[in-house]
């Protein structure tokens, strides 16, 4: 063999030799990775399956069963909502008369020591003014109030000073006044109460038990709540219609308020139901920007239906000053009807009479504390025999 043909043969048998051991290094770690994973450990709590027998016929599995939702041990589900029935106007009368006998009582004793003395001279009479005006009942009324109860029992000489005093009363307090709540509409609409009047009176709460005032008569309501500024006031108001069952229409934080107003309105005449009861804000940056926003409000839900009650909400405890916000608020729009609130904790009941004649409108409803059908009717009868014990 020639020697070129030597080193071609060696040159072929070396690369043969590389090719080949390529081949075998390969394999191996292809091998390698396709080794199964070892079996697991034998435990004694471990049972095994024995190899299903060939020649078994074969069994269709069933479909799996619905699977209950897991409750967590100690867990109780929640349960519905149980919808509170509140009280008629008949015990919240009873509470009223039981109430203001607490509060007011010490005024009537005191007229009635004063009225009872051997001699009525002019220092009794005094008197008897000065404690007329230190329960608010106000200047002019006052002065009427003694100079009726001098004609009567010093110069017409009639006899009992306690019946004499509670006609006088009676007849200040003013009981021919209309004190019912317009709260039916007309041609199908809804009626339409908005309750307007200083955070701090118990504005929203008033709204709150004025539904279910509504709500123990059997009437459907609406609550709007369109006192946006304040977002506790609408989870109040929302914390109130839940326990009734009553839907509370509102709106985003911040929102336009007459919006919120309109859509409580629509949605209650689309319902059919019988009383849409409006929450408003009571706290705007003065005087000229209240008149405006309660004046858009009002204006922008009688698109749909009229305002049948506008409702004050008054704060007794405050005295002049609550004379003071509803000459403000009567100015700001058309006010119906006075809600008196804290009437029990204060001895001023003669502010019933000062904000009648201020207004010009009746007080309708009296607040007597703090339960949720703390609040009735204002009774005129009931109410100065409560002050006479």
């Keep these: 063999m020639a020697p070129m043909d030597s080193v071609a043969l ?11 051991l390529v081949a075998v290094v390969v394999g191996l770690v292809v091998t390698g990775r396709r080794k199964p994973a070892p079996l697991p450990e034998t435990h004694s709590d471990v049972l095994t399956t024995p190899p299903a027998d060939p020649e078994a016929p074969t069994e269709l599995s069933a479909p799996p069963a619905t699977l209950e939702p897991e409750v967590e041990p100690g867990v109780e589900e929640p349960a519905a909502p149980v919808l509170e029935r509140p009280e008629g106007t008949a015990s919240r009368l009873v509470r009223l008369r039981q109430r203001l006998a607490g509060s007011q009582g010490t005024l009537g004793r005191g007229l009635l020591a004063l009225l009872s003395r051997d001699r009525l ?16 009942i106000g200047v002019a009324p006052t002065q009427e109030l003694v100079e009726r109860l001098r004609t009567r029992l010093r110069v017409e000489g009639e006899g009992d000073p306690r019946t004499v005093l ?23 609409t809804p009626g339409v109460v908005l309750v307007v009047g200083v955070n701090g009176a118990g504005k929203t709460t008033t709204v709150g038990k004025i539904a279910r005032i509504l ?12 006192d946006t500024f304040r977002a506790a006031a609408v989870e109040q108001l929302a914390t109130w219609g839940e326990r009734v069952g009553v839907d509370v229409v509102r709106g985003e934080e911040g ?11 629509q949605s209650g005449t689309e319902r059919g139901v019988d009383t849409v009861l409006v929450d408003t804000a009571g706290r705007l940056q003065n005087k ?11 204006r922008v839900i009688e ?11 008054l704060d007794a405890t ?12 009567s100015e700001a729009v058309a006010v119906t009807g006075i809600v008196l609130t804290k009437l029990d904790g204060s001895a001023k009941g003669g502010i019933v009479v000062q904000v009648q004649r201020e207004l010009g409108v009746p007080v309708k409803l009296v607040g007597l504390g703090e339960g949720p059908d703390d609040l009735a009717p204002f009774d005129a009868g009931a109410f100065v025999d409560a002050l006479l014990g």
């Design 215 to 226: 709500v123990a008569e059997d009437r459907s309501v609406v609550l709007g709540a369109a």
């Design 121 to 136: 001279d002019e220092d009794t009479w005094e008197s008897i003014e000065d404690t007329l005006l230190t329960a608010d």
């Design 303 to 313: 698109k749909q239906a009229p305002v049948t009650e506008v409702l004050l909400v």
């Design 255 to 265: 929102a336009d308020p007459a919006s919120v107003a309109f859509r409580a309105v």
């Design 10 to 20: 060696l040159i072929l048998l070396v690369a043969l030799a590389g090719v080949a």
């Design 288 to 298: 000229q920007g209240l008149m405006d926003e309660l004046g858009k409000v009002k």
């Design 166 to 188: 509670r006609e006088e009363l009676v007849a200040l307090v003013d009981p021919d006044l209309d004190r019912r709540l317009q709260v039916s509409g007309e041609d199908g």
């Design 318 to 329: 405050t005295g002049q000053n609550g004379l003071i916000q509803a000459r403000v608020f």
